[in-house]
């Protein structure tokens, strides 16, 4: 983790080399540093941090995709920790109860991939890097994006329950 800068974010400050569920592990950090960040950032910090996560991020994951040999490695988890930032600063304010309920949506929608999720995995998965024009930095989007979409399936799924 500690070879290269980009390492420590993709991995998401070492939660995504937990033996089980890194995904999971991942989402918890993302929840923990959003509950302490949240007392010092406005809205305005965080639409930047997350627009800035988005594209720093992209960079990181795709060194460390490339370093690691592996398209999407499950150890990269900086997909979970920006993706589920969005979810809770979107959502905020917000109970316990509902933002409990927004990590279950979320970890279902990263994990089993329905509908929109799988689409958005499938698009750059199967990439040759011998063949493909950018290939890792094609991985490093790949990576980010189905996280991204579960993240706006867990927004709109708590849209509409919050709207019932």
Known sequence: M?????????LGFGSGLSPMAPGTCGTLWAWLTFWCLTPWMTDTLWGCAL????VVGWWACSVTAKNMGVPDPGSIVWDEVLAFWLVLWLLTPASFGAQLAAFVLFRFFDAAKPGPVGWADRLFHGLNPDTARWPWAQAGWGILLDDLVAAGCTLLVMALWQAL
């Not at 500690?2 to 993709?10: E, G």
Request: charged share 0%.
């Open 51 to 54: 627009a800035v996560g988005l």
């Open 2 to 10: 500690l070879s290269h800068p980009a390492h420590v974010l993709a």
